[in-house]
């Protein structure tokens, strides 16, 4: 522990701080908050009650105002910290608020009611989590249902993607043939389309096809990606083409090519469009919206929506489902990042 605390505090001036090593400091750290302050205060305003979303300032933590049961009072009231004329500190409950006019009562003595401004009151606070935030939307709004519908919709597509952008990668990197680079720079032309243009001829293909209300409507139409396409082939111009040659002189087959030699070259790439592809679709909310109109159907980024209303939206639910949404993509990279490490290092020769 020594050795690192040494590693992380050393400095560039020796017997003083450098400048260079104010600004190192003051760049991580400023660099640290900004990536995971968002995620902190996510996660710490998903337990937060519909109430303690409302308060201004907004805390990081899920702080409640302590409440005390009072004789002659059918609810229990907040309790505040009150800052008395003599200047003294009393714990009160307060009754009712007129204005700038707080009514309040010790709890011990309910029938004295006691005038507070409420500038010389502070409530009473304790952390509390609402852990309901995570259990009402799974028992009351269905959405374990959601959850599958989107598990199977990214595991699939996922798995398509990959065999399908992997075989024509194949094709366009170990295979010569007249016009292979015209139909690589075509594939790439398309990452210049975006899908607000070509969204009503898709939409009407599914139709066609019968696949509207249906998931694997929204798996086909996106499992051939230009970008993928492009990773793997680059990836697979480094294999050398004398593997290949060999393993055709020992009676391989084309698919045994593809299958056991090629694959398991390329999985630092074919890690890196997996990671891709799942934040893809986890995260794919307008194609889902619109060829899915049944509720059972829907997928977790849909499902999200029944929390909007016209006339309220429900933040303490949209809060915590989001939380629930970012575990399996934060997983899939954890499991996946070793295999980027290796994709940036290596040649793709083992």
């Known amino acids: 522990m ?3 605390a040494e590693f992380i505090f050393r400095r560039r001036g020796r017997s003083g701080w450098h400048w260079t090593d104010i600004v190192t400091w003051v760049w991580l750290v400023g660099g640290l908050f900004i990536m995971f302050g968002p995620a902190v205060w996510l996660v710490g305003s998903s337990f937060k009650s519909p109430a303690a979303l409302a308060e201004f300032p907004p805390t990081i933590m899920p702080y409640v105002t302590q409440k005390a049961t009072v004789d002659g009072y059918d609810k229990p009231l907040d309790l505040y910290e009150v800052t008395l004329p003599d200047g003294g500190k009393a714990v009160l409950a307060e009754v009712r608020r007129i204005g700038v006019v707080s009514q309040m009562v010790a709890p011990e003595k309910p029938t004295e009611i006691v005038k507070v401004n409420i500038a010389k009151r502070t409530p009473v606070r304790t952390m509390s ?9 799974f028992t009351q709004f269905d959405f374990v249902r959601y959850l599958w519908n989107s598990v199977f919709v990214t595991v699939t ?3 398509i993607t990959l065999i399908v952008n ?5 094709a366009l990197s170990k295979y010569e043939f007249r016009g292979r680079s015209f139909a690589m720079f075509l594939i790439l032309a398309t990452l210049m389309v975006p899908l607000s243009v070509i969204m009503v001829p ?6 066609a096809l019968g696949l509207f209300n249906n998931l694997w409507g929204v798996i086909l139409p996106t499992v051939a990606t230009p970008t993928g396409v492009f990773i793997l082939r680059q990836y697979m111009l480094t294999i050398p083409d004398e593997l290949i040659d060999a393993a055709r002189m020992d009676k391989a087959s084309e698919w045994q090519i593809y299958w056991r030699i090629i694959l398991p070259l390329t999985a630092p790439a074919l ?3 997996a990671i891709f592809s799942v934040v893809w679709r986890w995260n794919d909310f307008l194609w889902p919206l619109i060829v899915l109109s049944r509720k059972e159907l829907y997928t977790l980024q849909v499902g ?7 006339l309220n939206v429900q933040w303490h639910f949209i809060l915590a489902m989001t939380v629930v949404t970012m575990i399996p993509v934060v997983l899939v990279f954890i499991f996946l990042q070793r295999f980027i490490t290796t994709g940036i290092a290596g040649t793709g020769l083992k």
Not at 166 to 170: G, K, Q
Not at 304 to 310: D, F, K, N, Q, R
């Open 2 to 4: 020594s050795r690192f």
């Open 129 to 137: 989590f609402a852990t309901s935030n995570y259990s009402e939307p």
């Open 157 to 159: 597509a996922t798995l």
């Open 166 to 170: 992997s075989m024509a990668a194949f």
């Open 202 to 207: 898709l939409y009407s293909i599914v139709s």
């Open 271 to 273: 890690a890196v469009l």
């Open 304 to 310: 999200l929506s029944i929390y909007s209303g016209e």
